[in-house]
């Protein structure tokens, strides 16, 4: 079954714009509603969290009246990471969580994500039968059965206690100064608390969301301010969130900067060594450095590739009994811990490697030797199709035919933004330029 609104995660757009708009998230919550209530009793609940764009006010109330008005018992998080919601949506025994978040993008943006009763995303099947109820005439539940609504004041609390647990002792970051930047977002009081109450020295960066500065200039997707702060106070580590804090990328104590694909090498590694990583693999997709590829296979371990998207990365390790996945933008899934990526626990296990070794931040944030990548992004108009161009599917093929087997390409649109990504590796560093500056000018010039 197709899904004509569901992206790689989610429902995503620009706020006040089909189809963020009010009206298609209180449908978007009936049709939900409709598809976990199929036996009329009252007992069905929903969590729902939320990142701190102003927008959000209003998808919550529009979800809320959509999903009540099926039956459902709607229990509000407030603002909350995404990671929160999926493990809350199990520990409360929900039959649905939904986190209002566009994650990464700016705040004009905003995105609706569904988590099934066992804190993991909902399948595409399931999202497509949801679509599927959406397009139709929705059966309202009768007066008597209509779902009540109430605040949850400790929600943030009980993620904070579960967080806690995940690191293996407290006194281990008694003397060590954490930068924590939480993009302004949805993490804003709940990080800084985790790692103050595990006995670090905290320096919060990015903790006063006023609805429009989520990720603006902060958090995971510009970690120079992160590096400026780690710098400025003498910090031992930073650690920068995006708005939903599913994402994460380290800095050492000289600002320089670890992706996802560094900090999975360095908890396979460490995993493996203590008999923990699942299956001998690790999960990550197509986008990840040929550099990690060569790294696990000195170590006798293998990297299983997976279209872009943490839910594909999660079904992957679901299939084959992984615990640790990811992507290079920073997602960490650690299945022992989390039914998706929670930027603030990968933190944590960096952190617990620091603590454990002795060693500082920048003997750890560099596994391995990266072949040189290029990615470049070109923005289309909705309802544009570039890659079909005649002249842009010709650019790319003399691409791939003077990379030569010497490198990668991989040519894709994001499934959360109306963006083509253009991403080569290739050894020859002019080679890399020259491929991937052609074919983003064919792009440009078909858009």
């Known amino acids: 079954m197709s899904r004509k609104f569901f992206g790689t995660d989610g429902v995503r757009g620009t706020a006040n714009t089909h189809p963020m708009t009010a009206e298609m998230a209180l449908r978007l919550g009936a049709a939900a509603g409709r598809y976990f209530r199929t036996d009329g009793r009252n007992g069905h609940r929903v969590v729902i969290g939320k990142d701190t764009r102003l927008s959000g006010y209003m998808l919550e109330n529009a979800l809320t009246a959509g999903l009540t008005s099926t039956g459902m018992n709607v229990l509000l998080l407030g603002p909350v990471p995404t990671p929160a919601v999926g493990y809350l949506t199990r520990s409360m025994r929900a039959d649905l969580g939904i986190m209002i978040s566009a994650s990464h993008n700016p705040a004009h943006d905003n995105g609706i994500k569904f988590f099934g009763p066992d804190g993991f995303k909902l399948s595409d099947e399931a999202e497509a039968e949801i679509e599927r109820i959406l397009g139709g005439e929705i059966a309202l539940a009768q007066p008597q059965n209509i779902g009540r609504a109430k605040r949850v004041d400790d929600g943030r609390g009980r993620y904070v206690e579960y967080a806690k647990t995940t690191f293996p002792a407290r006194g281990l970051l008694s003397n060590l100064k954490v930068v924590i930047d939480c993009a302004n977002g949805a993490a804003y009081r709940a990080a800084p608390e985790v790692l103050w109450e595990l006995g670090a020295e905290v320096i919060p960066v990015g903790v006063a969301p006023d609805g429009h500065n989520i990720n603006l200039h902060c958090g995971s997707t510009h970690t120079d301010t992160a590096a400026e702060a780690v710098v ?204 991937v500056d052609d074919i983003v000018g064919a792009v440009q010039a078909a858009v």
């Not at 690790?282 to 839910?311: H, I, K, P, Y």
């Not at 952190?351 to 990266?370: C, D, H, I, P, Y």
Request: glycine share 12%; proline share 1%.
């Open 232 to 435: 400025a106070h003498g910090a031992d580590l930073g650690i920068a969130l995006d708005g939903d804090a599913d994402r994460v990328m380290i800095l050492d104590e000289t600002g320089r900067v670890a992706d996802g694909d560094q900090i999975m090498a360095l908890l396979a590694a460490r995993w493996a060594g203590a008999g923990r990583l699942n299956g001998g693999a690790l999960v990550a997709t197509v986008m990840s450095n040929l550099g990690l590829e060569r790294f696990l296979q000195t170590r006798g371990l293998r990297l299983e590739r997976t279209a872009v998207g943490d839910r594909y990365v999660v079904e992957r390790m679901r299939e084959g009994g992984f615990n640790l996945g990811g992507e290079q933008s920073g997602h960490i899934v650690m299945t022992d811990f989390a039914t998706t990526g929670d930027g603030l626990i990968a933190g944590l296990q960096f952190l617990a490697a620091m603590a454990e070794t002795g060693r500082k931040a920048s003997e750890l944030v560099r596994q391995f030797e990266t072949v040189p990548q290029m990615l470049k992004n070109v923005r289309y108009a909705v309802g544009q199709e570039p890659l079909s161009v005649d002249s842009v599917r010709k650019v790319i093929a003399d691409a791939e035919a003077r990379l030569n087997g010497t490198g990668r390409l991989l040519i894709r649109k994001s499934g959360t933004e109306p963006l083509i990504r253009v991403m080569a590796e290739c050894e020859d560093e002019v080679l890399l330029e020259a491929v």
